[in-house]
T-cell receptor, first 120, second 114 residues
Framework: GESVGLHLPTLSVQEGDNSIINCAYS??????FIWYKQESGKGPQFIIDIRSNMDKRQGQRVTVLLNKTVKHLSLQIAATQPGDSAVYFCAENTRPEGGAGGTSYGKLTFGQGTILTVHP | KAGVTQTPRYLIKTRGQQVTLSCSPISGHRSVSWYQQTPGQGLQFLFEYFSETQRNKGNFPGRFSGRQFSNSRSEMNVSTLELGDSALYLCASSLGLLLNEKLFFGSGTQLSVL
């Protein structure tokens, strides 16, 4: 029978191209964002993070852009390599509203993921 | 520095049984979080422990529980297993000192419930 599951967006690029993976978030109270890479059979691997008081942060071959106005996050990978092929997740941490109780310790809300395939 | 270690790597259980999963955080990390990953629901937060205390909890039934030991190692337990509990269970560690910290994940325990 047909399996039910998330239909992940896919991005297919050639080796050496630049890749842009997009993520929309819904909670305007989110103040911390992380990108993770997950390869088959492995746990999510940290790539880069950004706090809500910034709109851009750069790492090695990666750049994260944050647009709070439209609640959009993107990950840019320069000179994409076959080893970059994986599922990429954005994740957000939302500070609880004042007086609402509870915490946000350790709790990240993950997006559905994007499958990146890099062709040699 | 060793990463987050989860054992066992694979588990097969039958409905109604219970299971215990183990997680050893990165040395010096005192916070351990647990996540469930399924094709249908993606990654979902279960709970977080710091200094042997549960600080945060997700929306899972009481059959899912956890604990943390004085050496920061953590276990999670699922009782009365259901078919829908089949998933990859991921453990993540962090220093635990700030609300917003990067989490470092282990490779997970793949649980299959038959």
């Amino acid at each position: 029978g047909e399996s039910v599951g998330l239909h992940l967006p896919t991005l297919s690029v050639q080796e050496g191209d630049n890749s842009i993976i997009n993520c929309a978030y819904s909670n305007s109270a989110s103040d911390y964002f992380i990108w993770y890479k997950q390869e088959s059979g492995k746990g999510p691997q940290f790539i880069i993070d950004i706090r809500s008081n910034m709109d851009k942060r750069q790492g090695q071959r990666v750049t994260v852009l944050l647009n709070k106005t439209v609640k959009h996050l993107s990950l840019q990978i320069a000179a994409t390599q076959p080893g970059d092929s994986a599922v990429y997740f954005c994740a957000e941490n939302t500070r609880p509203e004042g007086g609402a109780g509870g915490t946000s310790y350790g709790k990240l809300t993950f997006g559905q993921g994007t499958i990146l395939t890099v062709h040699p | 520095k060793a990463g987050v270690t989860q054992t066992p790597r694979y588990l097969i259980k039958t409905r109604g049984q219970q299971v215990t999963l183990s997680c050893s955080p990165i040395s010096g990390h005192r916070s351990v979080s647990w996540y469930q990953q399924t094709p249908g629901q993606g990654l979902q937060f279960l709970f977080e422990y710091f200094s042997e205390t549960q600080r945060n909890k997700g929306n899972f039934p009481g059959r899912f529980s956890g604990r943390q030991f004085s050496n920061s190692r953590s276990e999670m337990n699922v009782s009365t297993l259901e078919l829908g509990d089949s998933a990859l269970y991921l453990c993540a560690s962090s220093l635990g000192l700030l609300l917003n910290e990067k989490l470092f994940f282990g490779s997970g325990t793949q649980l299959s419930v038959l």
